[in-house]
């Protein structure tokens, strides 16, 4: 089953301005994490944020959890060329203590230089 | 990537035969996993292992296989009871205390 849905499907922006992406789960979490892939390649691990966290910041990046309405959101700002990639939010529920994480279907952003 | 290899990077499957992808890290992690990738899909559990000898499967187990009898190896068997196995396959593998999962660069397994 999906836990994580990401919203939208697919984004293009110009460079210099903010990308924005939201995900939705269904069950209680451990902690969401999103995580960035580069065509054909594996993912690589952005940003944790737990369950008793609101918002989060990593460099250019800015996560946001709601927990009452099980919705998370990637905030990109002052894009770049190079951040041109997919996007996915993953879930860590509760009863597995993060140890095991369901992924949603990801965002593919679009970066026009 | 990150200390785990993936090989071969690309596989090419005659349908009807299994076929074995292999995942090895230099992490010292505990917890490996097996993902399934689809084209413009999210990543879908295969099977998962916390600890040598032991495994679980995940969300879409059937047609596949796996062993865990050392700490650094978790390959992955895909058998001909798998329907579809066109796909990109990803290893990960975590440990207590990571903020998250450490992926390999992925096999692409086309069946010809």
């Known amino acids: 089953s999906q836990q994580g849905e990401e919203d939208p499907q697919a984004l293009s922006i110009q460079e210099g301005e903010n990308a924005t992406m939201n995900c939705s789960y269904k069950t209680s979490i451990n902690n969401l994490q999103w995580y960035r892939q580069n065509s054909g390649r594996g993912l690589v691990h952005l940003i944790l944020i737990r369950s008793n966290e609101r918002e989060k910041h990593s460099g250019r990046l800015r996560v946001t959890l709601d927990t009452s309405k099980k919705s998370s959101s990637l905030l990109i700002t002052a894009s770049r060329a190079a951040d041109t990639a997919s996007y996915f939010c993953?879930?860590?529920?509760?009863?597995?203590?993060?140890?095991?994480?369901?992924f949603g279907e990801g965002t593919q952003l679009t970066v026009n230089p | 990537d990150g200390g785990i290899t993936q090989s071969p990077k690309y596989l090419f499957r005659k349908e009807g035969q299994n076929v074995t992808l292999s995942c090895e890290q230099n992490l010292n992690h505990d917890a490996m996993y097996w993902y399934r990738q689809d084209p413009g899909q999210g990543l879908r559990l295969i099977y998962y292992?916390?600890?040598?000898?032991?495994?679980q499967k995940g969300d879409i187990a059937e047609g596949y296989s796996v062993s865990r009898e050392k700490k650094e190896s978790f390959p992955l068997t895909v058998t001909s009871a798998q329907k579809n196995p066109t796909a990109f396959y990803l290893c990960a593998t975590w440990d207590r205390g990571m903020n998250g999962y450490t992926f390999g660069s992925g096999t692409r397994l086309t069946v010809v």
């Open positions: 292992s916390q600890i040598v000898n032991d495994f």
């Open positions: 993953a879930t860590a529920e509760e009863k597995t203590s993060g140890s095991r994480l369901t």
